[in-house]
């Protein structure tokens, strides 16, 4: 018997709730995150380090607000720098641990309402390789 999970569209829909964007224990930006951001923003790269990022262990991310929502994401439940947003938040909720602990992905839906859950781990897998796959592709680029 087929699956009737096949794709990411059959196990997430976004809601544009904001709530990933909400702590979680930070946001990592790569190089060309900051470099794509401080484009966008119109800042010097160099200085974008200091201004909108700590650090996790050796690891930038992105400032939270007073809020505790990413520095980037406005009263509004908007995220401001979408088109240029880090790869971390571009993977969200295909992300690389799924694919060896998919029982994650349950806990993870009890923060996110766009996730659907019990979905079958092999089917999960599955989607979450295929997705991971095309954005690694789409990143390098």
Excluded at 11 to 34: K, P, W
Excluded at 57 to 80: P, Q
Aim: aromatic letters at 12%; glycine letters at 8%.
């Amino acid at each position: 018997m087929d699956s009737e999970f096949k794709t990411c569209d059959d196990i997430f829909e976004c809601q544009l709730c904001g709530d990933c964007c909400n702590g979680f224990g930070g946001t990592y930006v790569t190089r060309q995150d900051i470099i794509n951001i401080s484009i966008y923003i119109n800042f010097d790269p160099k200085k974008f380090i200091g201004r909108y990022c700590d650090t996790s262990g050796s690891r930038y991310v992105l400032t939270l607000g007073k809020d505790g929502c990413c520095i980037f994401f406005d009263k509004n439940k908007h995220c401001t720098i979408h088109p240029v947003k880090p790869y971390m938040c571009k993977a969200w909720p295909f992300i690389q641990t799924i694919i060896k602990y998919p029982e994650n992905w349950d806990a993870m839906a009890n923060s996110c309402p766009g996730m659907k859950k019990d979905i079958p781990y092999k089917d999960l897998q599955k989607i979450v390789a295929m997705e991971k796959e095309g954005l690694d592709k789409s990143s390098r680029t």
